[in-house]
């Protein structure tokens, strides 16, 4: 039987046949895949998380290991303050309820990316609709030469796309103690260089709290923070919107456990 | 009637034909310089201005270009009496972009430094022009062994240039080789370093790559008169 191949029928039958075939394909090998990508994924989020506490000589290979020395608890907080789970010991990643293992990322993307957009010229409004938002907020309790610091997960959007990074408080609850900062697509020379250590490295010794204990955060300033200034860092020349991005991701961010750290302050 | 036999008889010579005839050599020398997809036909340039900062990217961006253009000209070569004419472009499309994602997954799952830092990169090679041209002019027209050559000598045309640059580009502008430091530490100031050697910055910005891959093109030029024009 003579086929057609420039009829319809067959280039319907033919782009049906190849769709599935492809789509079955990848599916496949993504779903075999998929143990080693997110174990990688855990790895990279280690380093970043290590990184924030200073703890630079993290690699792949050693991350799992360096990470259960260094972070002793592991906790969600909600809104309120409160401490929901907590969990130590080694990561495992097919634990959802392990708070290494809740997607920030996916909760600020579904949840809270939409709300930075509508209200990102009122705080305080923000900060309500994100507070009415029932999201998990992870909070990581180090201890490093013996002594003891907080790093928060936070993310937000940059100029591009999505923006993260890791904060890490001394024990006070107050002092920065170290920053990591990450971008999916940030302009390279630009606002890429959040990541950099001439970036980061601002954020240590600064204070998210003024004089007065009032909660201020750190405040990303276009065209340089005062000499002196405890909560203000430089913003990057020709990166103002991914520095906005990461001022508006800080200050949104370290409100929240600012609930927290509040009650932990009062209850000592 | 003399048609048919003639057909036939062209047909014994073409199966006759051996693996590596001097056509079919041609058809993998023949990338790798006078016609090669960078230097001469000015394809894929943005990805090898791109990912030459160090010869570890370079190399394997290279290599999943060349896996991709592979298995990508095999399989249109295998199909191209199926694959209906109108719609042609879009499966050309289709099988690039699944063998780039494969290739990224990959990456993803093994390699995941090397992974990050190439980025979009590797999503990029849909668009790379390389592939789709050797798909739309080789692979469509031709016999399947034919057209691994083809994608052979192409990849590795493509790979080289990468390589080369990237070596020029990682050893003058960090002093360093696949990542190890060949002439001192920079932060310790050893070797080379402490006789007052600085790295050139200017090499790692994009513009240096364009630079470096126009000396390429000088000095291939300057080898080959019969690539000179007029």
Redesign the interface.
């Known amino acids: 039987m003579a086929v057609n191949?420039?009829g319809q029928g067959?280039?319907f039958l033919?782009?049906a046949i190849?769709?599935i075939v492809?789509g079955a394909?990848?599916a496949m090998?993504?779903l075999e895949?998929k143990p080693?990508?997110k174990k990688?994924e855990a790895?990279?989020k280690m380093m970043d998380i290590l990184g924030s506490i200073n703890v630079q000589d993290a690699t792949?290979e050693n991350a799992a290991a360096l990470f259960s020395e260094y972070v002793k608890e592991r906790m969600v907080l909600d809104v309120n303050g409160e401490v929901v789970s907590t969990m130590d010991g080694a990561v495992d990643p097919q634990n959802t309820i392990d708070p290494f293992n809740i997607d920030v990322q996916k909760e600020y993307k579904q949840k809270i990316s939409k709300l930075v957009q509508a209200y990102k010229n009122d705080r305080k409004v923000l900060l309500e609709k994100v507070e009415a938002e029932t999201i998990q907020y992870p909070l990581f309790r180090c201890e490093k030469d013996g002594k003891e610091y907080f790093v928060v997960p936070m993310v937000g959007t940059g100029l591009w796309g999505p923006i993260w990074g890791y904060v890490s408080l001394e024990k006070d609850m107050k002092t920065v103690f170290g920053a990591s900062f990450d971008h999916k697509?940030e302009t390279p020379g630009l606002g890429a260089e959040i990541k950099e250590e001439m970036f980061e490295g601002q954020f240590e010794g600064k204070s998210i709290y003024d004089p007065s204990n009032a909660y201020v955060s750190i405040d990303v300033v276009k065209g340089g923070a005062p000499d002196g200034d405890m909560s203000g860092v430089d913003a990057i020349t020709g990166g103002t919107i991914t520095s906005n991005g990461v001022d508006e991701m800080l200050y949104r961010t370290l409100a929240i456990y600012d609930v927290y750290f509040k009650k932990m302050r009062n209850n000592e | 009637m003399s048609e048919t036999i003639e057909k036939s008889i062209e047909k014994v010579k073409e199966r006759s034909e051996p693996l590596f005839s001097p056509k079919n050599k041609r058809l993998i020398t023949d990338p790798l310089n006078e016609n090669n997809p960078i230097t001469i036909q000015v394809l894929g340039i943005c990805s090898a201005l791109a990912i030459t900062v160090q010869v570890k990217q370079a190399v394997f961006m290279g290599l999943s270009v060349l896996v991709v253009l592979m298995a990508g000209n095999f399989l249109i070569s295998s199909l191209r009496n199926l694959i209906p004419s109108r719609i042609r472009i879009i499966v050309q499309l289709v099988v690039v972009a699944t063998l780039v994602t494969l290739v990224d997954l990959v990456l993803k799952a093994f390699v995941p430094e090397v992974s990050e830092k190439l980025s979009v990169f590797v999503g990029l090679i849909i668009t790379n022009c390389i592939i789709m041209g050797r798909f739309e002019a080789f692979a469509m027209a031709n016999k399947k062994w034919p057209s691994v050559l083809d994608a052979v000598g192409n990849g590795l045309g493509y790979a080289v240039i990468l390589v080369v640059v990237a070596v020029v580009r990682e050893i003058f502008g960090s002093g360093k080789f696949w990542g190890y430091e060949i002439i001192g530490s920079v932060s310790e100031g050893t070797g080379a370093y402490a006789m007052g050697y600085m790295n050139n910055n200017l090499m790692i910005l994009p513009p240096m790559a364009l630079i470096t891959v126009g000396v390429i093109i000088w000095i291939q030029r300057a080898r080959n008169k019969n690539l000179l024009e007029g």
């Open positions: 191949k420039e067959y280039t033919f782009a190849m769709v492809t394909s990848l090998v993504s895949l080693d990508i990688n790895d990279k792949r697509t």
